[in-house]
């Protein structure tokens, strides 16, 4: 009998945090790193919602509450959906939980068996496809395309469905590539799940990044389209929008009332209640005016900064880099890096074990940061299954522009020293640890 179960194996895991250990590894020999790795807003939570959780700590507003989420949050939630996706929502069907990542883990719970079929988009965030797997279900990855900016069609999904299944993914925007589905899309997509899947097949529609959109667009979501608020479990916090990601306040609009108090019952099971202060803080993140300035202020330094970096990207010999529509990532082509410093080869050279532990751009990510101190994450972090050939890099733009400006730079100066990979390859194995 084995110390662990034979599902932990199973388990994947975020390489966004993972690949602290590296950084701290490369730290400690003295590069000085810039990181580029983390989706975190690089601004602090804005006063005005610090200073309600203060004041309800020291009201002594600190006990269990109610585990679905205290009733003036799911009411502003709910009037936050009415308001940006035109969708009235009963506040008995939203559920608040520790950020928006626990959704995804109670929706395979509730609603997938081992064997039913679950549709993804890769690249994509790593948890779908961890969870997935995990919890027995297929997974079925929707291969997302740079020509098509990392978004898909109607038609893309059609060739995915089947009889078994039972859980579609979609997030607009999107991590780690900052695609978006624009309205027709979403209408078209819409019509061919009402056409083709059974009512009890669910969208879970991931909207954590609903208010980081460039170029003047506006956000869009399935939820709004005829039949589709019966079908649809619609996620979003308060991580992104609003740099909250330590504070750990997310929610989810469920499909009915009965589905809501499944997704309360895991919360009972796992984390028992979000503490009210920050519940109240997050209330009031959706009922202060002033959010509305911090908000754009934060998406418009996002904005200036996805300016500077695609351009600078792109003039990297090597490197290609689509325009991203929303989010605050970059998702670099480096295949032409990859074949510049030999990564495919020195990758294919590499013992069988070896190889399942990186890729071509996993290993020209580990030479990025620990010989010219940048910390990427590398496409395989996105999503493995059916990704094998895809050369890409996640690049956080939330840091200062000063430090994207450097990171580049050195970018830049690592994509052409070819000798300085093959000594890496020569003298230190990061991949194996």
Avoid at 230 to 248: C, D, I, N, P, Q
Avoid at 295 to 323: K, Q, T, Y
């Amino acid at each position: 009998m084995s110390l662990f179960a034979r599902r932990i194996d199973d388990l994947g895991t975020e390489n966004a945090f993972t690949v602290g250990a590296h950084i701290r590894r490369a730290e400690r020999a003295g590069v000085d790193v810039i990181h580029f790795n983390l989706g975190e807003p690089d601004f602090d939570s804005a006063e005005h919602i610090n200073r309600v959780a203060i004041e309800q700590i020291r009201a002594g507003n600190s006990h269990y509450t109610d585990p679905q989420g205290i009733l003036s949050l799911r009411q502003a939630v709910a009037r936050h959906v009415a308001d940006t996706r035109g969708v009235d929502v009963d506040p008995g069907r939203v559920v608040v939980m520790p950020g928006a990542k626990p959704p995804i883990g109670y929706a395979m719970a509730a609603y997938v068996d081992p064997g039913d079929e679950v549709i993804y988009p890769s690249p994509g965030f790593p948890i779908y496809e961890s969870l997935a797997v995990y919890t027995g279900a297929t997974p079925r990855p929707l291969h997302l395309r740079e020509d098509r900016s990392f978004a898909f069609t109607a038609a893309d999904l059609a060739e995915m469905l089947t009889d078994r299944t039972k859980l579609i993914i979609l997030n607009s925007p999107s991590n780690p590539t900052g695609g978006v589905l624009d309205g027709r899309d979403l209408d078209e997509i819409a019509d061919l799940i009402r056409e083709r899947c059974r009512p009890n097949v669910r969208v879970f529609s991931d909207e954590v990044y609903e208010h980081i959109l460039f170029d003047g667009l506006v956000h869009h979501s399935i939820i709004s389209r005829p039949g589709m608020a019966e079908r649809t479990v619609l996620v979003s916090g308060h991580s992104k929008g609003f740099a909250m990601t330590g504070w750990r306040l997310g929610w989810a609009v469920l499909p009915t009332v009965e589905e809501s108090e499944v997704f309360t019952r895991l919360n009972i099971n796992t984390i028992s209640c979000v503490p009210p202060f920050i519940q109240e803080a997050g209330r009031a993140a959706y009922e202060d005016p002033a959010s509305g300035a911090t908000v754009s202020g934060m998406v418009e330094a996002f904005e200036e900064r996805r300016n500077w970096v695609v351009p600078a990207l792109n003039a990297i010999d090597g490197i290609h880099c689509a325009m991203p529509k929303g989010a605050f990532y970059v998702f670099p082509n480096i295949g032409g890096v990859c074949e510049r410093l030999g990564a495919i080869q020195a990758w294919e050279a590499l013992p069988a074990t070896e190889r399942e532990m990186t890729s071509p751009a996993g290993l020209v990510q580990l030479f990025f940061l620990y010989r010219y101190g940048v910390a990427t994450v590398d496409r395989n972090s996105f999503g493995s299954i059916g990704a094998a050939g895809q050369h890409y890099l996640r690049i956080s733009v939330a840091a200062g522009l000063d430090l994207i400006q450097e990171g580049v730079r050195r970018m830049g100066s690592a994509a052409g020293d070819e000798e300085g990979f093959r000594a890496f390859m020569q003298e230190e194995r990061p991949w194996t640890e």
